[in-house]
């Protein structure tokens, strides 16, 4: 004898009644007098038949779903969010931002402590959160002040636009971004503005950091604190890439540059722990800073553009 759940008129029938009737599956099994678990069980069978084919169909712009899952696994990420590919730097830089800020409005909750670094990117995103927000979030700095770049760059400066467009708090870090010694570093951290704000970040909920590399047109070269010989010595000692003005090669290891790690912030080992750390950069020039971000630890969460997406994907391969 034929089970119920086999059929293939029975289905045809429930499916249709779910789908296109769009009553619940409940009301279904009491018109047919079946059983709820049924039902579903029925539902399941259709669409592993292929009675039912769900096609996803995006409603604004390409769909990266695939890729951005394939980098989730690849890399062990939490969530990928890629954006379009723009031919201005302008335009790239706010789809990066527009797609940060709807990730943030999902995440970040009331009591929330949220650390975030420097750059034109994140500088960005306070532009793109939805009016009217009234999250009682706090926003920290994780890096002090940033030499010669312009204030819309300056981590305190980002902190304080995105509190208010969120209706949260901050705090600044009244501190320079690099000092000239080890030992200058661990007299000013004593400071107690200073010493609160980096204790502040031992409890960070969530974490928004660029990405940056070692080049003549980064935003670490237009700090002021560095110059194309110290590009060229990094080159030489491998590193890939920075957050927060610390410097990492491929694997993410921090250790052959501590003696460079005279920056007044947060160590960004300390972001392993953060529940969602978040990496924002675009660009194929980035894509190894951006694995040594995610092999170090720094970050498990990516928004990025699709060039760079589909390279990280090219590079994974290579990697394994």
């Keep these: 004898m034929k089970k119920v759940v086999d059929d293939e008129r029975l289905m045809v029938k429930i499916c249709e009644m779910y789908y296109n009737q769009e009553l619940n599956q409940k009301l279904i099994a009491t018109e047919l007098g079946l059983s709820r678990p049924t039902i579903s069980r029925i539902l399941q069978n259709a669409k592993e038949q292929g009675v039912v084919k769900i096609i996803i ?8 779903v ?33 797609a940060t800020a709807s990730y943030l409005e999902r995440l970040v909750k ?10 034109s990117s994140i500088g960005q995103i306070h532009r793109f959160i939805s009016k009217g927000l009234s999250k009682r979030a706090t926003f920290i700095p994780l890096i002090g002040g940033i030499g010669h770049l312009g204030m819309e760059l300056h981590s305190n400066t980002i902190v304080e636009a995105l509190a208010k467009a969120f209706g949260g708090n901050y705090y600044l870090l009244h501190a320079p971004a690099k000092v000239s010694g080890i030992q200058i570093k661990k007299v000013l951290i004593k400071e107690a503005g200073i010493n609160r704000i980096i204790k502040m970040s031992d409890g960070l909920d969530i974490a928004v950091v660029g990405i940056g590399v070692p080049n003549r047109g980064s935003a670490i070269m237009a700090t002021g604190y560095y110059d194309e010989k ?32 005279i920056v007044m912030g947060t160590d960004i080992t300390k972001l392993r722990k953060v529940p969602h750390s978040i990496g924002v950069a675009c660009g194929i020039e980035k894509a190894e800073a951006i ?13 990025t553009d699709a060039e760079c997406g589909r390279r990280l994907l090219e590079m994974s391969e290579i990697l394994a």
């Design 230 to 261: 110290d590009m060229e010595i990094m080159h030489s000692k491998n590193v890939v890439g920075d957050v927060c003005m610390q410097f990492f090669d491929i694997s993410g290891n921090t250790e052959p540059f501590e003696m460079d790690n």
């Design 291 to 303: 694995a040594g971000a995610i092999k170090g630890g720094y970050i498990n969460v990516l928004v």
């Design 110 to 119: 009331d009591d929330s402590i949220v650390g975030v670094s420097m750059g």
């Design 66 to 98: 695939d890729l951005e899952k394939k980098l989730e696994i690849r890399y062990g990420l939490k969530e990928v969010f890629i954006v379009d590919v723009k031919a201005d730097n302008r335009d790239q830089k706010d789809e990066l931002a527009k």
């Design 57 to 64: 169909d995006p409603l604004f712009g390409n769909n990266y």
